[in-house]
């Protein structure tokens, strides 16, 4: 109970005794202590010095505070158009809610969209359509030195940590994993007994913490890295640089959502808030970073290895290509998370101003891995409010070989974009360590939700891409997908941006290439 409740009580129950010293009846009392309290609370308004709004206006000002509290959900709720909320317009997460619980998610009387804004995209039917494969072609990860390939699904479960969810939530979405044959990724908070119960495949991802696999004074720990990735259900590694959210920053746990299981598996005291630092020990350069990515594959026992950022600087991921070059090797797979991505809290600033949007950050990745020869040994996902399968669709014709997707996981297991993901009081259970609330959140009902979101939202893909006339991710182009310019021009992905031809950077780069692949250097990040 709040302070205020605690005096209002008091009040009542003095009033109450001092009726009965009087012999007069408590409920003339009650009835006049309304009057009393709201007289209380002006002569409090007026002499705080914290709001003046209240000091304005008492009593009445609080109306504003209210108001406020609840703005966001009046606008989800009773303002936004069914199209035009963020981060997911109502359009968005229906569809989600609808796959998850197995029931049609159709839209009658046309699109409510306006076609002729600027902005709008498109993907382009074929006259000549396709047959719906009747598997879902998968995504093999490991290059020439991964002893130890991953076939990927098109759409698996992004970085979420165990203590940035509750332990409900990882079970549900790890079951919905295994129970549907796609892989979960851990998010940098360790490898939890909650993410190996259920038996999903798994993607561990190590950040700049090194939770899980940390020495005492917070370095990578190679042995413990070893041990926990030799578990049968760990299927490849990954190395976090950044998160769209919050790209050149580090995570934060508040210490209340501490306790110490989460303290056992990250290897951190308990109780205390903990901050992942912005950046990582284990290298300096390109070079090192490339290095420390072999390094993790032989310390895995030959198993996929790769790495996520949110892409900055072009220059520098050039270096990163230059650096696997001149050692001869390269991750498996890259993770292309977009600044429009981040299923916690982030400094406001950060995400909404910095890190590169997924579209151009996937066709930086691309393009540079292309130009440098280097794309054949090395997939591509995509992260970053991909829900539906036009997004998957979309990101695969922008260069991604897979998608993962979190907050449409987190809808699936019950997320209401109440946007209380750092306050520990998700009022569905998923992303607080209140047992009282994350006990309503139904592992068994939600686990079955995450499969049939995931198998839905890739046979839509698979549906779609058959309207086009393909029927694999590899066939998809560039011209199938376009642009309104303005309500009279349309342009195809083709012709709005540069696409390098495979070696273009090493034999002769575009001049729009040329001055940043000039300047990369394999043992700098130069800015």
């Known amino acids: 109970m709040t302070r205020i409740g605690l005096v209002v009580l008091a009040l009542f129950v003095a ?3 001092g009726a009965a010293a009087v012999g007069c009846s408590p409920w003339w009392w009650f009835a006049a202590a309304p009057a009393l309290v709201l007289g209380l609370l002006g002569v409090w308004d007026l002499l705080q ?9 008492p009593v009445l000002g609080h109306a ?15 303002i936004e158009r069914n199209f035009d909320g963020r981060p997911f317009d109502r359009d968005t997460r229906t569809i989600v809610y609808e796959r998850a619980k197995g029931t049609d998610a159709e839209q009658p009387y046309g699109t409510e969209r306006d076609v002729y804004r600027p902005g709008y995209e498109f993907l382009v039917p074929s006259m000549a359509p396709c047959p719906v494969p009747e598997a879902a072609p998968r995504v093999r990860v490991g290059g020439p030195d991964c002893d130890r390939p991953y076939d990927m699904a098109l759409l698996n479960v992004s970085a979420m940590s165990f203590g940035s969810l509750s332990a409900n939530a990882i079970l549900a979405l790890n079951g919905g994993a295994a129970a549907g044959g796609f892989a979960h990724d851990t998010g940098e908070g360790g490898l939890s007994e909650y993410h190996l119960r259920p038996g999903g495949d798994l993607v561990w991802e190590i950040g700049t913490g090194y939770f899980g696999c940390r020495t005492d004074d917070g370095d990578f720990d190679p042995a413990e890295f070893a041990d926990k990735a030799a578990h049968e259900h760990v299927k490849c590694v990954s190395l976090k640089l950044s998160q769209g959210a ?7 746990l508040p210490g209340a959502k501490v306790n110490a299981e989460i303290a056992r598996v990250r290897d951190v005291p308990q109780g205390r808030t903990v901050i992942s630092p912005p950046f990582h020990q284990v290298f300096s350069t390109p070079r090192e970073l490339v290095r420390f990515l072999a390094r993790m594959r032989e310390l895995s026992g030959g198993k996929p290895t790769g790495f996520k950022l949110c892409v900055g600087s072009r220059r520098q991921f050039l270096a990163v290509c230059k650096a696997m070059l001149a050692e001869g090797t390269t991750p498996d797979f890259i993770v292309v998370d977009g600044a429009e991505g981040g299923t916690g809290a982030a400094p406001l600033e950060f995400a909404d101003h910095v890190g590169t949007p997924l579209t151009e950050g996937l066709l930086t990745v691309h393009n540079a891995l292309v130009g440098a020869g280097l794309r054949d040994r090395v997939k591509i996902g995509a992260s970053g409010k991909i829900a539906t399968g036009t997004d998957l669709v979309k990101r695969m014709v922008q260069g991604a070989d897979y998608g993962n997707a979190a907050r449409a996981m987190m809808f699936a297991v019950g997320c209401i974009q109440a946007q209380r993901c750092h306050t520990n009081t998700c009022p569905t259970g998923v992303t607080t360590q209140d047992p009282r609330r994350a006990r309503a959140l ?8 995450v499969q049939r979101l995931q198998e839905a939202t890739v046979a839509s893909a698979l549906q779609i891409m058959a309207s086009m006339g393909v029927t694999d991710p590899a066939q998809l182009r560039p011209h199938m997908l376009r642009r309104r310019i303005d309500p009279r021009t349309e342009r195809s992905f083709e012709e709005l941006y540069e696409w390098l031809a495979p070696g273009q950077l090493l034999a002769e780069p575009p001049a729009s290439w040329a001055a940043d692949w000039a300047a990369a250097d394999p043992d700098r990040f130069t800015v």
């Open 15 to 17: 009033l109450a005794a």
């Open 49 to 57: 010095r914290r709001h003046s709004v209240l000091r304005n206006y």
């Open 64 to 78: 504003r505070f209210l108001l406020e509290k609840i703005r966001p959900e009046l606008q989800q709720y009773f």
């Open 246 to 252: 919050k790209p050149g920053i580090g995570g934060v």
């Open 442 to 449: 139904h592992v068994g009902d939600k686990t079955l939700r």
